[in-house]
């Protein structure tokens, strides 16, 4: 379980972005998980309003985008989708494989506030 | 840019302004911004400078991982005896708790520093960083960090090594790498110790263990050794051997070397 602590490490990119920002608020924090990135979903969930307490961040909602896993094979030139424990090209069989998605673990986007909430919502 | 004619749209942020998509409900005061960068990009910038640091040195930086008690400490006491007179060592240790590991490694005359996580179940580049400040780097030639007994969380933080070692002990089991592919996918070379005991157990089958880690399309060498009875330390000792002239000649030509999968490797495929 070590979610909390990448949420520790991504929040301190997201509150350097939302100062260079000139943000009041983040409103929106948009991640890209793939299964081979060695993060869960759901922990990231659970561990993000905690490890967010107290930062500009505070009130964002966290949404993560999962992606599929997809190999290339080097030997015959197919692309297929790929278990986790299964890397291996799923139209030869071959294991000289590259892994074209699957392992991201990616801050792909902030929504911020730049008013004060209240204004927002008026 | 603006936010009239569309010229703030890119092919990386398109998604967003898409009906449905963060950017189509944008009002005053609200903004998008497209990042796209590693979610450990603070670790990854320590570890990179971790990286630099050993190389200034000329130092090969090995981490080992694998779950507790499947032999890493003892593999250091034994290649410690085999390598003393040819190369200077260091070792950093990682444990929940106790200076028990160091200790170890000190009675063998090492320079060993105990980093003690408390909870934390791996090291990051921020905690080998501070270690490497009680650490003097001068002539040594192989750092080795035995990270904390862990088959998951380790693999996910770079801490600024050359390689990774994983190591499996026969009494684990050989479908290891099919359980823990994250860990498994990330090993440069995979060591399969406590090989002595392959003659009583009947259900470890090191090619089933090969298989297991080439279904994850890792090419990475496998060897089998005993640090109890000596059995295979040779061929650890040559890959070393391998590794550190490599990184020497490395040194000569200012370049370094990445454990051959890195979380950030997502980076070079990131999706628009």
Redesign the interface.
């Known amino acids: 379980?070590?979610e909390f602590?990448?949420c520790q490490?991504?929040l301190?990119?997201i509150e350097a972005?939302a100062a260079r920002?000139q943000?009041t608020a983040v409103?929106?924090v948009?991640?890209?998980i793939?299964p081979?990135?060695?993060?869960e979903a759901h922990l990231l969930i659970q561990a993000f309003p905690l490890a967010a307490a107290g930062t500009v961040a505070e009130q964002a909602e966290l949404v993560v985008e999962a992606?599929p896993i997809k190999?290339k094979c080097q030997l015959c030139g197919a692309e297929t989708e790929a278990k986790?424990?299964?890397?291996?090209c799923g139209q030869c069989g071959d294991?000289?494989?590259?892994?074209?998605?699957g392992?991201?673990?990616?801050?792909?986007?902030?929504?911020?506030?730049?008013?004060p909430l209240e204004?927002?919502h008026v | 840019m603006c936010d009239t004619c569309g010229c703030n749209i890119t092919h990386a942020n398109q998604h967003l302004v898409k009906p449905g998509g963060k950017l189509s409900r944008v009002e005053d005061g609200r903004e998008a911004v497209t990042v796209l960068k590693n979610l450990l990009s603070e670790n990854d910038h320590v570890a990179g400078h971790n990286r630099e640091h050993f190389d200034r040195h000329g130092v090969l930086a090995i981490n080992l991982m694998s779950s507790p008690g499947s032999g890493k400490t003892a593999l250091l006491e034994a290649s410690v005896e085999l390598l003393k007179d040819k190369f200077r060592i260091a070792v950093i240790e990682g444990d929940l708790e106790t200076e028990n590991d160091a200790d170890r490694i000190r009675a063998r005359g090492v320079p060993a520093i105990q980093i003690s996580t408390g909870s934390a179940c791996h090291l990051d580049a921020h905690m080998v960083h501070d270690a490497l400040h009680e650490l003097s780097l001068d002539g040594l030639d192989i750092i080795f960090i035995e990270n904390v007994g862990n088959l998951v969380c380790p693999a996910s933080f770079d801490l600024g090594q050359h390689h990774n070692v994983t190591l499996l002990s026969t009494t684990e089991g050989d479908d290891k790498p099919a359980k823990y592919p994250v860990m498994f996918r990330a090993a440069d070379l995979m060591l399969l110790t406590k090989a002595d005991l392959l003659a009583v157990l009947d259900d470890f089958d090191p090619a089933k263990a090969e298989t297991c880690l080439r279904n994850l399309a890792n090419p990475a060498p496998v060897i089998a050794l005993s640090a109890k009875t000596g059995d295979g330390l040779q061929d650890w000792v040559n890959w070393l051997e391998q590794a550190v002239s490599a990184q020497q000649d490395r040194i000569k030509t200012g370049t370094t070397r990445r454990p051959a999968i890195q979380p950030d490797g997502a980076q070079l495929h990131a999706h628009g």
């Open positions: 379980m070590h602590a990448v490490d991504m301190q990119q972005i920002e943000a409103d929106v948009t991640v890209r793939g081979l990135s060695g993060i992606l190999v986790p424990n299964r890397l291996i294991y000289h494989t590259q892994l074209l998605s392992d991201e673990m990616l801050l792909a986007s902030l929504e911020l506030l730049k008013e204004a927002i």
